[in-house]
């Protein structure tokens, strides 16, 4: 959002971005990445000139580390329970706006072919050719197909 003005400093915005990303919430696994690999959260700037550190009891590195694991393995469950469910919402959405559709024997059609020539911006390419001819269904997404001579 910063550097729609500013196009120039992008990278001045880095540190930013990099502490914002690990320390958000994540839509599907509803936890931060940073308690999903560190075990916690980190402390905002702010917080850390705001709030008192909280009082850690001491225990021995082997109950830490323990404590810790658990932590951790108990996120990473509760982390795959929510993405099973939101992908499973995610494909109930998109299966609504889907329909399926089918190609008929003779049908003109564009080939996509999205590979990229050494050389050449990926961008800047056109990744449809053709048209192309529908020789056969192989199967229900998958056709074989050939360029249209007519058009050649």
């Known amino acids: 959002m910063h ?5 120039n400093k ?5 540190p930013q971005v990099m502490m914002a990303y690990p320390s ?17 959260n980190i402390t905002m700037p702010l917080e850390a000139v705001t709030c008192c550190p909280t009082k850690e009891t001491e225990s021995d590195t082997h109950e830490y ?5 658990a932590k951790i393995h108990s996120v990473h469950e509760l982390a795959r329970q929510n993405l099973k469910t939101s992908a499973e919402h995610q ?9 399926k559709k089918s190609l008929d024997i003779g049908q003109l059609v564009w080939l996509y072919e ?5 050389g050449v911006c990926k ?10 001819i529908v020789l ?11 360029f249209a001579k007519s058009f050649l």
Do not use: A
Request: with cysteine.
């Open 123 to 132: 961008k800047l390419s056109c990744p449809w050719s053709g048209p192309c």
């Open 91 to 99: 494909k109930r959405y998109y299966d609504i706006k889907t329909s």
């Open 3 to 7: 550097c729609e003005k500013e196009q």
């Open 114 to 118: 999205p590979l990229q020539k050494k």
């Open 10 to 14: 992008w990278d001045e915005y880095l």
């Open 136 to 146: 056969e269904k192989i199967y229900d997404t998958t056709y074989r197909v050939s």
């Open 24 to 40: 958000s919430v994540h839509s599907s696994t509803h936890f931060t990445p940073n308690i999903m690999v560190f075990g916690r």
């Open 65 to 69: 580390i323990s404590d810790l694991q």
